[in-house]
């Protein structure tokens, strides 16, 4: 019998997340960024990651831009640098906080959460 692997948190298959995803999953929860940031797509003090990567983003300024793997990496270590409509600035910046590699781990989890 198939054990049944679909994470309850963020409903991705944590048996078809690449390695580099898992870390990042970890580190997300680690820094406890779900506390802001739900999966589900629940409005709460940020934005939802469940389907961002690839979406338009309106931003606060009235401008629109892609989010794609550049500007989840600049959100992260440059929060103020494109908030989202309805959002405040009050993301810390995590750009002393995790490595380049972290960096990329925790995109790749924000890319699989299509």
Known sequence: MKTDTT???????????????????????????????????EKQLAPPISGLFGSERELEDGSTVIADEGYIKESIQYPGAKVVMGFNNNMPSFRDLMTGRELQEVTDYIKALR
């Open 7 to 41: 994470d309850t948190t963020t409903g991705a298959r944590s048996d078809t997340l690449s390695a580099s995803a898992r870390n990042g999953k970890e580190l997300f929860e680690d820094h406890d960024c779900q506390s802001c940031h739900p999966i589900d797509g």
